[in-house]
């Protein structure tokens, strides 16, 4: 069984940025694809990105293309997100979750999620 541990977030003003990490221990984690979705106060939980297994292929949400980027480390067993030109609307949880399906943009794609880490974003 998976267990992930999201890390790095934080409080920072817009335009800022800040990488996140989601550290894998046991399971296959190197072979399964992660996403990273977020969920704001009162809000539904939203997809952000999501990487295959060999980093290769990478997914995004329209509103962080070009200002977000996902990639991987295998050997490390874990994922980053990186997040650049911060905005206010950007706060909330970031989770990270282990695909077994392949609709990345879904949670019901996914299995294993960890406990999320707060990013908070200042005007």
């Known amino acids: 069984q998976v267990q992930l541990v999201e890390s790095g977030g934080g409080l920072v003003q817009a335009g800022g940025s800040l990488t996140l990490s989601c550290a894998a221990s046991?399971?296959?984690?190197?072979?399964?694809?992660v996403g990273w979705f977020r969920q704001a106060p009162g809000k539904e939980r939203d997809f952000v990105a999501a990487?295959?297994?060999?980093?290769?292929?990478?997914y995004y949400a329209e509103f962080v293309k070009g200002r977000f980027t996902i990639s991987r480390d295998n050997a490390q067993n874990t994922v980053f997100l990186q997040m650049k030109k911060l905005k206010p609307e950007d706060t909330a949880v970031y989770y990270c979750?282990?695909?077994?399906?392949?609709?990345?943009?879904?949670?019901?794609?996914?299995?294993?999620w960890g406990q999320g880490t707060q990013v908070t974003v200042s005007s």
């Open positions: 979750g282990v695909a077994v399906g392949t609709s990345y943009s879904r949670q019901t794609s996914y299995d294993y």
């Open positions: 046991g399971g296959t984690f190197s072979r399964d694809a």
């Open positions: 990487v295959t297994w060999n980093g290769i292929n990478t």
